[in-house]
């Protein structure tokens, strides 16, 4: 009998918590009102709906797939996905079907298409163009160093300061060394 | 080509620029998804009508211009613009729907006895098909739809009295001349 206070205050607070959760429960429960989300029983169709879940972008959570959000919308989204597989209609057909509502934002891989094409393309124009101007950049270097570039008049011009050779050269001929290297190729 | 290599950065910093006051306009929300179904045809539907009401069919929106309102009861920002719902119920020449998305009848119920009922029909969308239909984010959305049937204008967000001015009224009064 000793406890009986405990008990009793125990018993009102066990009462007060439950009220408390039949007040909140019902609104809670209204919010969240999500239809069960129950894998499909044949494993191969499951696996096909569970690879397209990860290919559907959850348009309320954006960055997160249909596959791993918790979003009401998503729920619905994966609950279609395995109605449409079970009555045998194809990935393409669904994507198609998603695409043709929240656009193409919905796919986490965008179709091809005119719309898409620069998305797609873009980078490798981007690659081509680099490449193009580095084409170009080296071509013109090389063509005004290749000898052929030069006129008659600026190839005899070229081998006369060739013949005249050492004269052209600066100060170090008049200190009276030899033109010639001394003891190349027998030095340390 | 060297003249090229002044106007080059110039006209980079120039784009820059633009890109970057844009991105500062604090009326752009970039979550925000483009409509994809504006211009096509209402998609095809029949929702049973909640109590004894009329309920949705796509058939129905033919010859009419039709404002078509997601709610539902358990959503605050619904009861935020139902007043603005109303003011478009009293508008001439367009009918206001409504779809009652992922609800129980007897909250839905309660909902328009509390704030009053301007739908002249309501359908019941109790599984969410019907919202992907038109490929419907959240509630509440709101839908023109023109005499013939096609999705004019789209609304993933509560209407509030500066877009039913400067958006929702003009292009009623276009569609309704």
């Known amino acids: ?188 | 080509m060297r003249r090229l290599f002044f106007i080059l950065p110039l006209l980079c910093l120039a784009g820059l620029v633009i890109l970057f006051w844009r991105g500062l306009d604090p009326a752009r929300d970039p979550s925000s998804l483009p409509s994809a179904l504006i211009g096509q045809k209402v998609a095809e539907i029949t929702l049973p009508g909640l109590g004894d009401r009329p309920g949705i069919a796509s058939t129905d929106f033919a010859g009419e211009i039709t404002v078509l309102n997601f709610f539902a009861s358990w959503c605050a920002p619904c009861r935020a613009e139902h007043p603005l719902i109303k003011e478009l119920a009293s508008l001439p020449g367009i009918r206001v729907v409504g779809i009652t998305f992922k609800d129980t009848p007897a909250d839905s119920e309660k909902y328009l006895a509390e704030l009053g009922n301007p739908y002249l029909a309501i359908g019941v969308d109790d599984s969410g098909r019907a919202g992907m239909e038109f490929g419907l984010t959240g509630v509440p959305e709101t839908y023109v739809i023109d005499r013939e049937g096609i999705i004019r204008y789209r609304l993933a967000q509560p209407l509030d009295a500066g877009r039913l001015e400067k958006e929702l009224k003009p292009l009623l009064a276009e569609l309704t001349k």
Not at chain 1, 8 to 15: E, F, M, P
Not at chain 1, 96 to 124: I, N
Not at chain 1, 140 to 150: D, F, H, N, Y
Request: charged letters at 20%; glycine letters at 6%; a neutral charge.
């Open chain 1, 1 to 188: 009998m000793r406890h009986w206070p405990q008990k009793a205050l125990l018993a009102l607070l066990l009462l007060c918590l439950l009220s408390g959760a039949n007040l909140v429960l019902p609104s809670y429960a209204l919010a969240q009102a999500e239809l069960p989300d129950v894998p499909l029983a044949d494993t191969a169709l499951e696996a096909r709906a569970r690879k397209l879940m990860k290919d559907v972008r959850c348009v309320v959570c954006q960055a997160q797939s249909i596959d791993e959000s918790d979003a009401g919308i998503a729920n619905d989204m994966r609950r279609l996905i395995r109605s449409e597989i079970a009555s045998g209609k194809s990935d393409d057909e669904i994507r198609h079907y998603l695409a043709a509502r929240y656009g193409d934002f919905v796919l986490f891989k965008p179709p091809f298409k005119a719309s898409t094409a620069l998305l797609w393309a873009g980078p490798f124009l981007l690659l081509g163009l680099g490449a193009v101007i580095m084409v170009m950049f080296f071509r013109k270097r090389t063509t005004t160093l290749a000898p052929g570039s030069l006129s008659a008049e600026e190839m005899r011009r070229v081998e006369a300061a060739l013949q005249e050779g050492p004269l052209q050269e600066p100060p170090l001929q008049q200190t009276g060394e030899p033109a010639t290297r001394p003891d190349h190729g027998s030095g340390a």
